[in-house]
């Protein structure tokens, strides 16, 4: 079987383009979602591609990119393919796990792909940065109601359970606690 792989970062991009060029070479089943590719987590279609691809098939992408964004992950995927017997090869780049040259290129694109990733936060913590000094970025508001973990501290409660009725975190429930002790609530 000659599986596909079709996946953008976010709800607004398209897989159009992705998905016509994996039917292209025919593949026989193509799994498409939009999530981000900086983690394996929450990647429900790549997760039941991994399950159902057997000894002998071809898991296919159109470019190295759109199965992983760390060399960690994509060393991690090769692997898992490798002990399963499956292939790996992408339309518009040289990968083709079947030859050495294919695997050593899937190498460096995939240090190519992390450093990119890696740039693009630091441009945007650079981004951040500059505008926190101009005042114009204050960071997310506040979303826990810090008065109602002074008030259940007040009647009793500890850490754990007020941060298990909060939702919230038992770091977080100190971190706050520290921050104003209660008895400047009087």
Not at 159 to 172: D, F, N, P, W, Y
Request: charged fraction near 30%; proline fraction near 1%; include cysteine.
């Amino acid at each position: 079987m000659k599986y596909g792989y079709a996946r953008v970062s976010s709800v607004g991009q398209d897989l159009t383009i992705q998905v016509q060029k994996l039917n292209e070479v025919g593949c026989d089943v193509i799994r498409e979602e939009k999530v981000s590719g900086t983690s394996l987590k929450g990647r429900k279609e790549f997760e039941t591609l991994m399950e159902f691809m057997r000894e002998g098939d071809e898991l296919v992408v159109t470019r190295i990119d759109r199965l992983a964004r760390s060399i960690r992950d994509l060393q991690n995927i090769v692997y898992e393919l490798k002990n399963k017997g499956v292939t790996l090869s992408a339309t518009e780049q040289p990968i083709d796990t079947r030859t050495s040259a294919g695997k050593a290129f899937l190498d460096m694109l995939g240090v190519f792909s992390e450093f990119e990733t890696n740039l693009r936060k630091e441009r945007q913590m650079e981004g951040v940065r500059k505008a926190q000094e101009r005042g114009v970025y204050k960071g997310r508001g506040r979303t826990i109601d810090v008065s109602k973990i002074y008030e259940l501290k007040q009647n009793g409660y500890g850490a754990t359970k007020i941060s298990k009725q909060l939702g919230i975190t038992r770091q977080s429930v100190y971190r706050l606690l520290k921050e104003q002790p209660v008895q400047s609530l009087s």
